[in-house]
């Protein structure tokens, strides 16, 4: 009897797709919509494993665009202290999408941000960015200032791409209720101070974050139309959850909300999304790419889906990968692999959130 | 007699032509003096013994013709001070710290005075000023005081072509002497953490604009040709003994 299952190649299936095959050879997870070409400038943004992604570029001869360059002469380790080279621009991580609407609007002029400013020991912090500077701004003016340059850099690295890359991490956020804005980490965390009347939760739904990226994206097209997008959802589970659920439920009700979020924004043919989060949590892989804390990813898993990455791009658009295949003579996954053991730690504020764990 | 090893690059040529030709007349119970080793050549001096040595052929050569010791080896006890001239280029320094954003605008991207601060000591202690202070300290506790290059002469801004020069004066023209005040003062924190004394660039030879005044450039002379040659006419770099006089009469003062 024919049905639209007799001719469907083994992938589609679970057992010949998944079970049958070692989980390293679980291949063909990301059909890729665009090239990404020599030539193109592709910029990074989001949440912690984001860092992976820019890394991995930048090894592997791809132009990996820095909006927002170091002084000269600073050395890696501190550029990373200071949150240069960590993504295009110098925001920190950006883990909502929400917050990824607010730097846009911010940086296009739609809106203006608060002048709001947390303080501690006589040094100030960005309430925006409260881990870019490790001991904080010298005053208020210099804080602005610099914002400024971070806004100045949004604009520039939106106009300047060719891709821009942004891995979602969260759904949950702590907003000002009386200002309206959302803050990257709860206040009191790691600067501020925690004020119940003034600092709300907020755990964005579906919809919230949809209408959040497709205000980013026509920001964005306004500026550069040629424009695309490349999607992720970053694997790492919550380190916290103040919804009121267990952290694993909240964990899966945020990941999959983005993941929701992700392909729907896909469907569109200058949006792509990459499916780095099924490479490290679907079962098939049984956890082996997280670490011990069950939490971090292992170097092995990011070089798992980083080569995924680029073996998904030269299968599917050979023109990506043959020009760095002659100017970079090492194969892709070595090249991922030396990202890697070339980073240290990464630049991940909501692990700080572990320190308010009680032990009991 | 206070005696005083004067050790640097090639801008010590400025100091050590003022130094024999009439402030030495002047300050009878000092003695100076002077081992310079052009480029690179202090990276290779290295502390042995109570000596700063080097194998280097051309620097061996070097410090010969500056110091007219022999052995040329710097011989720290037979000395009251360490001074350490050059070995740090202020004005690319600052040049770091004043990126445009972009090629078509006059907005700087702004670095944080704590980041610059990061910066410029790094660029001391891993530069060749930080080896030579690393090596002294590692054989004696001699004062040591330390000046950098001066800054450019105003006259590189006659001397790049109009295109570079839009860019430079893009970049330069709003800087203000405060800017090198901010440096100047992570300088002395770093220095003095190497228990060193920091001596700025003399304020009267500066321009508003942080370059070093044209009068300080005529006359200024190569130290590898035995201080007998001209600087060539496209250098903005090098000053001429009036500059390292100002300087030496400044250490003088500090010492006492």
Same mark, same amino acid.
């Given at each position: ?23 390293p ?21 989001g ?7 820019s ?23 501190v ?62 003016e ?51 101070e ?13 919809s919230?974050?949809y ?7 026509a920001i ?5 139309? =040629? ?8 694997p ?5 959850t103040?919804?009121g659920?267990?952290v ?25 999304y ?6 490290i ?21 990011v ?31 070595? =090249? ?7 980073q240290?730690?990464?630049v ?13 | ?8 690059d ?31 050549g ?14 280097e ?28 001239h ?14 445009i954003?972009? =090629? ?8 944080s ?12 202690e ?20 330390f000046s ?12 790049? =072509?109009?295109?570079?020069c ?9 800087l ?6 901010s ?11 190497n228990?060193?004394f ?59």
């Open positions: 009897m024919e049905n639209p299952y007799l001719n469907l190649p083994c992938e589609a299936f679970w057992k010949t797709g998944v079970v049958e095959r070692e989980s050879e679980i291949a063909n997870l990301w059909r890729p919509k665009f090239p990404l070409l020599p030539t193109e400038k592709i910029s990074t943004a949440s912690c494993f984001a860092q992976h992604i890394n991995a570029l930048q090894a592997s001869g791809f132009q990996w665009f820095n909006g927002e360059p170091p002084p000269l002469g600073l050395p890696a380790e550029q990373k202290e200071f949150g240069y080279g960590v993504f295009s621009f110098r925001t920190g991580n950006i883990y909502t999408a929400a917050m990824l609407e607010q730097w846009v609007c911010w940086a296009r002029g739609v809106s203006n941000p608060p002048d709001e400013v947390f303080t501690k020991d006589g040094r100030y912090y960005d309430p925006f960015r409260p881990a870019i500077e490790p001991n904080g701004f010298r005053d208020k210099e804080l602005f200032a610099s914002r400024a340059t971070t806004l100045r850099s949004i604009i520039r690295v939106i106009k300047a791409s060719d891709v821009f890359v942004f891995t979602f991490g969260l759904t949950e956020a702590w907003c000002n209720k009386s200002g309206g804005f959302v803050y990257p980490m709860c206040p009191g965390t790691l600067a501020g925690f004020d119940p009347s003034e600092h709300v939760f907020k755990n964005y739904d579906y919230e974050i209408k959040s990226m497709q205000r980013v994206m964005s097209l306004g500026l550069n139309p =040629s424009l695309r997008f490349l999607f992720t959802v970053s790492v589970p919550l380190t916290a103040a919804s659920e267990h694993l439920t909240a964990t899966t009700y945020s990941k999959s909300v983005l993941r929701a979020v992700a392909g729907d924004l896909a469907k569109a043919d200058t949006v792509d990459f499916p780095s989060y099924e490479m949590t679907a079962p098939a892989f049984r956890g082996r790419f997280y670490e011990p804390n069950l939490r971090s990813v292992t170097p092995e898993g070089s798992f889906v980083m080569s995924n990455f680029f073996n998904c791009l030269s299968t599917s658009h050979p023109e990506s990968m043959a020009q760095h295949a002659t100017s970079t003579p090492r194969p892709v996954i070595d =090249s991922a692999l030396l990202a890697i053991r070339a240290n730690d990464l991940c504020e909501d692990v700080l959130m572990e320190a308010f764990a009680r032990t009991n | 007699m206070k005696r005083i090893c004067v050790i640097g090639s801008h010590l040529a400025s100091l050590k032509v003022a130094w024999v030709s009439g402030l030495a007349e002047r300050y009878p119970s000092v003695n100076l003096t002077f081992f310079g080793a052009g480029g690179n202090i990276g290779r001096v290295v502390a042995r013994e109570g000596r700063l040595v080097t194998t052929p051309h620097v061996i050569h070097s410090f010969t013709i500056t110091s007219e010791v022999d052995p040329p080896e710097v011989v720290l006890h037979h000395y009251d001070a360490i001074f350490v050059g070995l740090f280029p202020m004005s690319l320094a600052i040049l770091d710290l004043l990126r954003e972009e =090629s078509s605008s006059r907005t700087r991207q702004h670095f005075s704590a980041l610059r601060n990061r910066v410029i000591s790094h660029r001391l891993t530069g060749l000023a930080g080896h030579l202070i690393r090596q002294i300290r590692k054989v004696s506790q001699l004062p040591v005081y950098p290059h001066a800054c450019f002469c105003e006259t590189l801004l006659g001397m790049v =072509s109009r295109h570079e839009d860019a430079f004066h893009r970049m330069m023209g709003p203000e002497l405060s800017v090198l005040d440096i100047e003062a992570e300088l002395v924190r770093t220095i003095s953490h228990q060193g920091y001596l700025a660039q003399p304020r009267a030879t500066l321009t508003e604009k942080c370059f070093t005044r044209a009068e300080y450039l005529n006359g200024a002379v190569r130290m590898t040709s035995g201080f007998s040659e001209a600087q060539p006419d496209d250098d903005f770099t090098h000053m001429n003994p009036q500059y390292g006089s100002q300087l030496l009469e400044m250490l003088f003062s500090a010492l006492g």
